[in-house]
Nanobody
Framework: QVQLVESGGGLVQAGDSLRLSCTVS?????MGWFRQAPGKEREFVAT????????YYADSVKGRFTISRDNAKNTVYLQMNNLKPEDTANYYC?????????????????WGQGTQVTVSS
């Protein structure tokens, strides 16, 4: 069973930065970050493909967030800059065996427990 563990969330002010990490118990494949705010559905944030490393972002985070991976550490990162109050959510990483860009939650096979990000105005 593949396990994913997120870390790096916290309480920050608008304009601040955070880096989320997601460590996988095995090797990483296609990886994605999703988020879910209270009362809202889980939404796609960013993804990075395997093995090519192509990236794709939700329009709401494009230019502010960067997804990357360290294969030696089986870890994927989400660098979040210029955070806004609307970025407040529980952030989840997920693993997909799908080739190419995966934007939908059902395309991912394994999920972490999430890490909370709260951005105050």
């Amino acid at each position: 069973q593949v396990q994913l563990v997120e870390s790096g969330g916290g309480l920050v002010q608008a304009g601040d930065s955070l880096r989320l990490s997601c460590t996988v118990s095995g090797r990483t494949y296609g990886m994605g970050w999703f988020r879910q705010a209270p009362g809202k559905e889980r939404e796609f944030v960013a993804t990075i493909t395997w093995p090519g490393g192509s990236t794709y972002y939700a329009d709401s985070v494009k230019g502010r967030f960067t997804i990357s991976r360290d294969n030696a550490k089986n870890t994927v990162y989400l660098q979040m800059n210029n955070l806004k109050p609307e970025d407040t959510a529980n952030y989840y990483c997920a693993l997909t065996y799908r080739a190419g860009i995966a934007l939908r939650a059902h395309e991912y096979s394994f999920w972490g427990q999430g890490t909370q990000v709260t951005v105050s105005s």
